[in-house]
């Protein structure tokens, strides 16, 4: 499995994106998709995920701004930024995630760089 991000860049503050992850390969319908990132200096946090089924979970400092949702397909996720604030300037990595009888699956995307000027 490999995880293509997309659709990061610079935006002003109030402004908006919307970052894109495609996974190519065979993912468990039972995937956890979602949406990390990491500013500099500081570590990887959640930013957003969500299952198959479409249940949610965001960091409190999105809630309300960024909505996750995924493709028809299911094998793909999108991350809806508005109102974005400078500290939201970080790389965004989507993450695939599994588990089975087989074991466990942990799949992540080169990241995009979404930079909000001031």
């Known amino acids: 499995v490999q995880l293509q991000a997309s659709g990061g860049g610079l935006v002003q503050t109030g402004g908006y994106l919307r970052v894109s992850c495609a996974a190519s390969?065979?993912?468990?319908?039972?995937?956890?998709m979602g949406w990390y990132r990491q500013a500099p200096g500081k570590q990887r946090e959640l930013v957003a995920a969500?299952?198959?089924?479409?249940?949610?979970t965001y960091h409190d400092s999105v809630k309300g701004r960024f909505t996750i949702s995924r493709g028809n397909a299911k094998n793909t996720v999108y991350l809806q930024m508005n109102s974005l604030k400078p500290e939201d300037t970080a790389v965004y990595y989507c993450?695939?995630?599994?588990?089975?009888?087989?074991?466990?699956?942990?799949?992540w995307g080169q990241g995009t760089l979404v930079t909000v000027s001031s």
């Open positions: 993450n695939c995630f599994w588990t089975n009888e087989d074991g466990r699956y942990n799949y």
């Open positions: 969500t299952t198959a089924s479409g249940d949610t």
């Open positions: 390969g065979s993912i468990a319908s039972t995937s956890v």
